[in-house]
Nanobody, 123 residues
Framework: QVQLAESGGDSVQTGGSLKLSCAVS????????MGWFRQAPGKEREGVAR????????YYADSVKGRFTISRDNAMKTLYLQMNSLKPDDTAMYYC????????????????WGQGTQVTVSS
């Protein structure tokens, strides 16, 4: 089992920055894909960024490319999402998720989820 706990959500103004953290505990040996997803009210959950722990390769949604950066610490115990140049469209609940082996863009492919952290961007 893998346990995930997000933190760092807040209310900021347009153009501001936030850094989300996801504390990882439990069995994390081997290859894992970890990602950040978000869900705005009335919308489906969508992938924002993901990283394959085995190689460090990353993927970003077009909507956040160049503004968000996903990273993890060397001990692989914390996942981060640095968010810059925030826009009102970035307002959502942000979730950390993990799945074993290869990365996937499908929400349903992720087995482990955190409880979410709220990001609100005002204009």
């Amino acid at each position: 089992q893998v346990q995930l706990a997000e933190s760092g959500g807040d209310s900021v103004q347009t153009g501001g920055s936030l850094k989300l953290s996801c504390a990882v505990s439990g069995y994390t040996y081997g290859s894992y894909c970890m990602g950040w997803f978000r869900q705005a009210p009335g919308k489906e959950r969508e992938g924002v960024a993901r990283i394959f722990i085995g190689t460090g390769s990353t993927y970003y949604a077009d909507s956040v490319k160049g503004r968000f950066t996903i990273s993890r610490d060397n001990a692989m115990k914390t996942l981060y999402l640095q968010m810059n140049s925030l826009k009102p469209d970035d307002t959502a609940m942000y979730y950390c998720a993990a799945r074993r082996w290869a990365c996937s863009g499908a929400v349903d492919d992720y087995n482990f989820w955190g409880q979410g952290t709220q990001v609100t961007v005002s204009s």
